[in-house]
């Protein structure tokens, strides 16, 4: 089945910085999501993006499908932002699933 | 916003009891699915359910696991005889139509087997 690949792991940032999250797959995608999970364990949806780039205040993200990644950046991190950034993806086909990547998890601290 | 709502939030079993976890997806939606997540590990795909049937499920979801939307609206997932190791958040979702649109999540159920 299709791989994905996030980085970093972990990431630790001052209250104010910006920050990069990586996620690279295997094959060709028709579906990309970026969650947030929050200290509930709720799964947030932040975007929905299978190529292109979008922006939502502070959030935007890039997927470049043909070279098989997409990018989450958060631009003056909060305290709030803080949890696990999950990538998912979806092969080209109906119906097909979402396989998450092992996430990144961020702290932002004051 | 229309979303996908899931009961109870938080159950507690004991190991060999059977429990039934609800979700009822976004109305005009026709795909849908369960997830799993074992406490710090990823979400991995359990099922997807189509037209009344399952149209995909993971090695995870063995003869202890069923699903079933017994009516319009539920969608139900059965674990058998449940197992410590079934501890974990559960997660159901839905999408409205086939590859091109996304997977909406509901808030989860933690199951916690004792």
């Known amino acids: 089945g299709i791989q994905v690949e996030q980085s970093p792991p972990d990431l630790i940032l001052q209250e104010g910085a910006n920050s990069t999250l990586r996620c690279n797959f295997s094959?060709?995608?028709?579906?990309l999501q970026w969650f947030h999970q929050n200290p509930w364990g709720q799964l947030i949806n932040l975007f929905y993006?299978?190529?292109g780039t979008k922006q939502n205040g502070r959030l935007s993200a890039t997927t470049v499908a043909t070279e098989r990644y997409s990018l989450l950046y958060i631009s003056s991190s909060q305290t709030t932002d803080s949890g696990v950034y999950f990538c998912a993806v979806g092969p080209t086909g109906t119906a097909s699933k979402l396989t998450f990547g092992t996430g990144t998890r961020l702290q932002v601290t004051l | 916003e229309p979303e996908v709502t899931q009961t109870p939030s938080h159950q507690v079993t004991q190991m060999g009891q059977e429990v039934i976890l609800r979700c009822v997806p976004i109305?005009?939606?026709?795909?849908f699915y369960w997830y799993r997540q074992i406490l710090g590990q990823k979400v991995e795909f359990l099922v997807s359910f189509y037209n009344n049937e399952i149209s995909e499920k993971s090695e995870i979801f063995d003869d202890q696991f069923s699903v079933e939307r017994p009516d319009g609206s539920n969608f139900t997932l059965k674990i058998r005889s449940t197992k410590l190791e079934d501890s974990a958040m559960y997660f159901c979702?839905?999408?409205?139509?086939?590859?091109?649109?996304?997977?909406?999540f509901g808030n989860g159920t933690r199951l916690t087997v004792t």
């Open positions: 109305s005009n939606h026709l795909y």
């Open positions: 094959d060709s995608v028709n579906n």
């Open positions: 993006i299978p190529s």
């Open positions: 979702a839905s999408r409205n139509s086939g590859g091109n649109s996304p997977l909406h």
